[in-house]
């Protein structure tokens, strides 16, 4: 499967993003998908997860209440609505995939396939 992100931009603290993650070659709802991460000179970390048909979702201590994860699986397509963002949201966003399930889904090396990246970017 291919992973396309978009939607990453400049926006101000306390607004909102909405990214999107577009899933190409084989159906989407063959997978587990994930957000991830990634600010410079850090490591990759986990943001949030949803299960293959979107019934459980899990997301990251720093995030929960403020972001949103779903999927359409009729259109191949994951989002991550990002709400009340803080300067220290600014990061290159990841989407990721598996087809298995692994309990260890906060890990980046739970993850078969990644997407390129979009850049999000929290400032005044």
């Known amino acids: 499967v291919q992973l396309v992100e978009s939607g990453g931009g400049l926006v101000q603290p306390g607004g909102s993003l909405r990214l999107s993650c577009a899933a190409s070659g084989r159906p989407m709802s063959s997978y587990s998908m994930a957000w991830f991460r990634q600010a410079p000179g850090k490591e990759r970390e986990f943001v949030a997860r949803?299960?293959?048909?979107?019934?459980?979702?899990y997301y990251a201590d720093s995030v929960e209440d403020r972001f949103t994860i779903s999927r359409n699986n009729d259109e191949n397509t994951m989002y991550l609505q990002m709400d009340s963002l803080k300067p220290e949201d600014t990061a290159v966003y990841y989407c990721a995939a598996t087809p298995y399930y692994n309990r260890l889904y906060y890990k980046a090396a739970s993850y078969d396939y990644w997407g390129q990246g979009t850049q999000v970017i929290v400032s005044s």
């Open positions: 949803i299960s293959m048909t979107g019934a459980m979702t």
